[in-house]
T-cell receptor, first 113, second 114 residues
């Protein structure tokens, strides 16, 4: 089954403790991205990757890192989480640019206390 | 700047009533347009999409959307709402040169009264 898998689904952590949210897709998609969802703001792009070893900032990249060492995986790293990063995070993938839709993971609800 | 606007934050309708959720986009060229639904505690589900061609698009769960270039709009409609349609709805645009980036509206939360 074609899917985007995120882990964990729920995470509570303390300020400053490094964490990684994993994302994996099995559709051989070139394009992957991370979004965060906040009430009243919709979803905003954090980082994206056009292909292996190619990543770039989205609209709200501060406090986040990503890597794309393999085509299928695109982890989101919070080196020193802060309470303002409490949010719902979505990973998405899509084929090369064109007439295409994005496929979303189930989301990761992160709480930083 | 590229943007997608959903003017209504909350909408309440009675079960069986018709529904229209508004979405406007701001940009020169027409983006690819999408409607997603998010049920409580769930991820995003694609309802329908518009790339080009026929301006009336049919989606899943009985939803449809109409693209109107003159109004820069892509409104979502359903003729008869069911209680299970209560959810948050997001309109999104994929703009040219945006490297498959989706720009989302703020969302419209739909409540359905019995």
């Amino acid at each position: 089954e074609a899917q985007v898998t995120q882990n964990p689904r729920y995470l509570i952590t303390v300020t400053g403790k490094k964490l990684t949210v994993t994302c994996s897709q099995n559709m051989n998609h070139e394009y992957m991205s991370w979004y965060r969802q906040d009430p009243g703001l919709g979803l905003r792009q954090i980082y994206y990757s056009m292909n292996v070893e190619v990543t770039d900032k989205g609209d709200v990249p501060e406090g986040y890192k990503v890597s794309r060492k393999e085509k299928r995986n695109f982890p989101l790293i919070l080196e020193s989480p802060s309470p303002n990063q409490t949010s719902l995070y979505f990973c998405a993938s899509s084929p090369k640019q064109g007439r295409t839709e994005a496929f979303f993971g189930q989301g990761t609800r992160l709480t930083v206390v | 700047a590229q943007s997608v606007t959903q003017p209504d934050i909350h909408i309440t309708v009675s079960e069986g009533a018709s529904l229209e959720l508004r979405c406007n986009y701001s940009y020169g060229a027409t983006p690819y347009l999408f409607w997603y639904v998010q049920s409580p505690g769930q991820g995003l589900q694609l309802l329908l999409k518009y790339f080009s061609g026929d301006t009336l698009v049919q989606g899943i769960k009985g939803f449809e959307a109409e693209f109107k270039r003159s109004q820069s709009s892509f409104n979502l409609r359903k003729p008869s709402v069911h209680w299970s349609d209560a959810a948050e709805y997001f309109c999104a645009g994929m703009f040219s040169g945006g490297y498959n980036k989706l720009i989302f509206g703020a969302g419209t939360r739909l409540a359905v009264h019995p």
